[in-house]
């Protein structure tokens, strides 16, 4: 393991931005990160791993310690189950794949979506009508203070709507190193029921769907409304969809009888944000090279060379416009490092 100085990140964040590490080094094994943990010259340390998730508005004055560990085994099978584990360094897309390629079921309806397995868990990360924790069985993490391991279980990790222990008591504790699923080998629970994907398996005559078919429905739309990070920086979804009680949500709706939205529970209720941001005339628009993606009012763009901070402006236009018009707060999805 070797420490670097003024290393650029524009390769190591997805929105493009072009901050710097003070110090930087690639952690390859678990070993290297217990090592660099107990680097004592360099007391300041920040995680990064796919990128996907945050927004850097500043140099890090840090070591920068880049996840990069790979490996997938699986822990033990039934003719039914396979119980897989995954390092936290391996893409979360190509690790999807993988499973699909092998026949294991689960993951389907999350392909596509940008970073690395190991911060996965942390936003529970979910898409088209399910999340993380309906696959996950257990994580370990090691706990930045001692260097120790420690296994969490999916009750222990806490899971809400974007949000687990890791981004609330947990916060700045551990580092997750890799995480376990529970897949099916067979009769899969598919989940159709997100209209787009019914929509985009009409179009292509299919009425007995394999989950090989639901993950290219998911991709094609993706593609359709998501860009590429390597062509244009991005985090994916900016913002989560705020959820609203039921007296809140007939208020809205007396005023927004056309707006979409999903019933959470008896008194919950979720909003689409993009459709708020759309609504307040975002959607598409450009402030120098900070701007709104075109297709969906989600996406906040790096054009070409927007600052962080150009970046993380314009979302608090957005924010404010929100709450101006409708008297909803909605709240960034992704990590803001200042």
Known sequence: MTVQQNISLKKYNTFGISAKA??????????????ALRLEEHPKKFIISGGSNMLITQDIDALVMHINTK?????????????IKVMAGENWHQMV?????????????????PGNTGT????????????????????????????????FSKQECQFGYRDSYFKNRGKGKYIITSVTFKLSKKNHALNTSYGAIETEL???????????????????IRQSKLPDPTE???????????????????????????????KVSEDAYKIPAGWLIEQCGYKGKRFGDAGVHKNQALVLVNYDNASGSEILDLAHRIIKSVAERFHIQITPEVNIIK
């Open 22 to 35: 003070k110090f930087f080094c690639e952690i390859n094994t678990v070993e290297d990160l217990s090592q």
């Open 71 to 83: 490996g997938k085994e699986i822990i033990s099978e039934t003719e039914d189950n396979v119980t």
């Open 97 to 113: 794949l993988w499973t699909l390629e092998n026949g294991y079921g689960g993951l389907e309806n999350m392909s596509l979506i």
């Open 120 to 151: 996965a868990p942390i936003q529970n990360i979910g898409a088209y009508g399910v999340e993380l924790k309906d696959t996950f069985e257990s994580c370990e993490a090691m706990e930045i203070a001692t260097q120790q391991i420690r296994s």
């Open 202 to 220: 009409e179009k292509k005559n299919i009425t007995n769907p394999t989950i090989r078919d639901v993950s290219d429905a998911v991709i094609t």
């Open 232 to 262: 244009l920086g991005n985090s994916g979804s900016f913002f989560k969809n705020p959820v609203v009680t039921k007296s809140e949500f007939d208020n809205f709706t007396k005023e927004n009888p056309e707006a979409p939205f999903y």
